[in-house]
């Protein structure tokens, strides 16, 4: 048995505990001294579960350029996320069974940390046929991808989905509230896909729910947070607690939802740290910096960030601005009970997915750190907290800070 020492983050408190593991990489024993062949002791750092991204577009079968799997994971791992989540909108997209299974297919043993797949089903009878993937991705506008739908079709698939009892994540933007004058800027583009389409998106889908499992992306702000109906989740993306509209990064900054006003990010942050936002996902979707270097509104909007997600929050927590159990549970717990996978928390019985980070190592952001494929982070300069650390059922998969394998990644499926 390995034994994995150090301030543990087990049942809401940090303790000092030892954490065994067995040959199936599971946590077979947690208790303050355990004695095993294999002792790693990590003294008075941190041990927390490995977040959960519930939202990553690694670009992998057929955007390669811009990202690939093996690439993609290990940027996570650095971050301390053990599993993703990877969206439909790669290429070939993923609306059939065929492509979803050869996109499992190519992913195999090419991915250092766990990976379960999205699928976007176009049809009710689509919903069927799709069953092996973790979780429905529905849009409601164009984004990267030319996937959206109509909202009768929308309500279609809800109904499908809730009678298998699938979760349905929604990019929620109404396109009939989207100006069609061109945007130059970031501040023009908070413009041109306005509040209030996600406002009126998130209403429209509160009216056609009915019983489905629905979980809202990115919510930008405030407005869109309070249309979230009782009873469905939704995520926040670091780049809108972090960045805004007034930053100086052009079309770097471009993503859909648009970067908001300060003002907008200040509410925000408010409604995440009062526990009103349930997950943090980093909806990492990178683009290479040629196709970033276009004209505004010709370039793509997406931008990465999976690395960083745990880094800045964990930063926030030593500077005092977020309590701990709040970014165990909106990095960890809620994305994987929202995805309805065995992983986010430490206990017996689980897999072996820890991060080890030591609070006071403060680190400055920046692209090498994070070695994206695409070469760039819109959050260079900006101080985070990576761990030091990183397991994936019981083997080290980041040491001092770097990743240092990768291929161990296993596919989860969707529990019946
Ligand atoms: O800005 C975005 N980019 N929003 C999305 O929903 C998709 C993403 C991408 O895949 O590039
Ligand atoms: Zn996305």
Not at 128 to 145: I, Q, W
Not at 235 to 244: C, G, I, S, Y
Not at 299 to 328: E, K, N, Q, Y
Request: aromatic share 4%; glycine share 8%.
């Amino acid at each position: 048995m390995r034994v994995i020492s150090g301030r543990v983050f087990f049942r809401g408190q940090l303790e000092p505990l030892s954490i065994g593991i067995d040959e199936k990489g599971q946590i077979a024993a947690i208790k303050k001294v355990l004695r095993g062949d294999e002792q790693i002791d990590h003294g008075d750092a941190l041990i927390l579960p490995g977040c959960v991204d519930l939202h990553v577009h690694m670009r992998d079968p057929g955007l390669r350029r811009k990202e690939d799997f093996p690439s993609g994971t290990r940027s996570a791992a650095i971050g301390g996320v053990t599993t993703v989540a990877d969206m439909p909108n790669t290429v070939p997209a993923v609306t059939t069974t065929a492509a979803l299974d050869a996109k499992a297919a190519e992913l195999q043993g090419r991915a250092a940390v766990d990976y379960a797949l999205y699928a976007a089903p176009r049809s009710p009878e689509a919903v069927l046929r799709l069953n092996d993937a973790v979780a429905f991705k529905v849009y409601m506008a164009e984004s990267t991808g030319n996937l959206e739908v109509t909202v009768p079709r929308l309500e279609e698939i809800l109904r499908a989905a809730e009678a298998q009892s699938k979760l349905v994540v929604v990019h929620a933007e109404d396109p009939g509230k989207f100006s069609r004058q061109k945007a130059k800027n970031l501040r023009d583009y908070d413009a041109a896909r306005p509040k209030v389409a996600e406002e009126t998106a998130i209403a429209t889908l509160a009216r056609i729910r009915g019983g489905a499992r629905v979980h809202v992306a990115h919510v930008s702000c405030l407005e869109a947070l309070n249309s979230v109906p009782a009873g469905a989740t939704c995520e926040v993306t670091p780049h809108h607690l972090f960045l805004d509209a007034s930053k100086a990064l052009g079309a770097r900054g471009k993503v859909n939802p648009p970067l908001r006003s300060p003002a907008d990010r200040d509410a925000l942050w408010d409604a995440f740290r009062q526990g009103r936002i349930d997950a943090v996902a980093s909806d990492h979707a990178p683009h290479t910096m040629d196709e970033k270097s276009a004209l505004f509104e010709e370039a793509p909007a997406g931008l990465p960030g999976v690395a960083t997600a745990f880094p800045l929050l964990m930063r926030r927590i030593r500077a005092g601005d977020l309590d701990l159990p709040r970014l165990v549970s909106a990095m960890a717990v809620r994305p994987a009970e929202i995805l309805g996978i065995a992983k986010g928390t430490i206990d017996v019985g689980r897999d072996g997915d820890l991060l080890v980070v030591d609070p006071r190592n403060i680190e400055a952001v920046t692209a090498k750190r994070v070695r994206y494929k695409c070469g760039w982070t819109p959050f260079e300069g900006m101080e985070g907290c990576f761990p030091r650390a990183v397991y994936l059922r019981g083997e080290p998969i980041v040491e001092d800070g770097e990743a240092i394998s990768e291929g161990q990644g296993r596919m989860i499926r969707a529990s019946a």
